[in-house]
C-alpha cells in the first residue's frame, strides 16, 4: 500500500470513536464462527468430496469462547478475564444470560444437554487444535459445539442487536443445521 494512502487511512482511524470491548470481541467471534462454517463446505478435489471437520470444530469452539466474552463483557461494561474453558466463562455470566443461553441451546439441539455438554466442550480448543497429537480414538460431538456457537450467537443478538449485520453470513450462521457438511 502507498505511503500516502497507509498516512491517510491513520488520520481517519485517530478521528474514529473507540469501539467497546463487547463490540470488538464479538466481530472477531462472529468471524471465527463464519470461518467455521467454511470449514464445514464440501470440496470436490479429485474427483473426491472433502471439508475440514476438526479445523471447523476448533473454530467453533473458539468462537464461543469469545461470545462468551462478548457477553461478558455486555453484562459487565468491562474487558473479561482471560481464560479458555467454556464451561467456567459460562458460570461468569448473570442467571438470566444463562438462562437465555440454555434455553436457545436446547431449543436449537435435542440430543444436547447444556450443563453437560459445556463440561464436554471446555477444552476443545485448547486440545483439539493439536489434535495430531492425539493418539488412539478420540471423539467429540462437533454439532453440539456448532449449535452451541450459534446459541451464543443468538443471545448475543438478543441482547445487543446493533451487532448484527443481516445477510448471508447472518443466515448462515443462524440456520437450523449446524456442524454437518454443506455444498457452497
Not at 467453533?60 to 461494561?77: N, T
Not at 463440561?119 to 493439536?130: E, I, L, N, P
Not at 493418539?135 to 451464543?152: C, F, I, K, N, R
Request: aromatic residues 10%.
Amino acid at each position: 500500500m502507498p505511503d500516502w494512502i497507509r498516512e491517510k487511512l491513520e488520520r481517519h482511524v485517530k478521528t474514529l470513536p473507540p469501539v467497546p470491548p463487547a463490540d470488538r470481541i464479538f466481530r472477531s467471534a462472529r468471524d471465527y464462527h463464519a470461518s467455521a462454517l467454511r470449514c464445514f463446505e464440501l470440496r470436490e478435489e479429485d474427483g473426491r468430496c472433502h471439508f475440514l471437520p476438526w479445523q471447523g470444530l476448533v473454530l467453533h469452539a473458539f468462537a464461543s469462547e469469545l461470545y462468551l466474552k462478548a457477553l461478558y463483557a455486555i453484562e459487565k461494561q468491562a474487558a473479561p478475564k482471560r481464560g479458555h474453558e467454556l464451561n467456567i466463562l459460562f458460570e461468569r455470566l448473570d442467571a438470566a444470560t444463562q438462562e437465555k443461553i440454555t434455553q436457545r441451546y436446547h431449543a436449537r439441539y435435542e440430543d444436547g444437554v447444556l450443563a453437560d455438554d459445556l463440561v464436554t466442550f471446555a477444552r476443545v480448543f485448547q486440545d483439539w487444535r493439536y489434535s495430531y497429537e492425539f493418539s488412539g480414538a478420540h471423539e467429540m460431538d462437533q454439532t453440539g459445539v456448532a449449535h452451541l456457537a450459534s446459541a451464543l450467537y443468538e443471545t448475543c443478538a438478543e441482547l445487543q442487536p446493533d451487532l448484527i449485520l443481516p445477510g448471508q453470513v447472518h443466515d448462515r450462521l443462524v440456520a437450523p443445521t449446524q456442524g454437518v457438511p454443506i455444498l457452497p
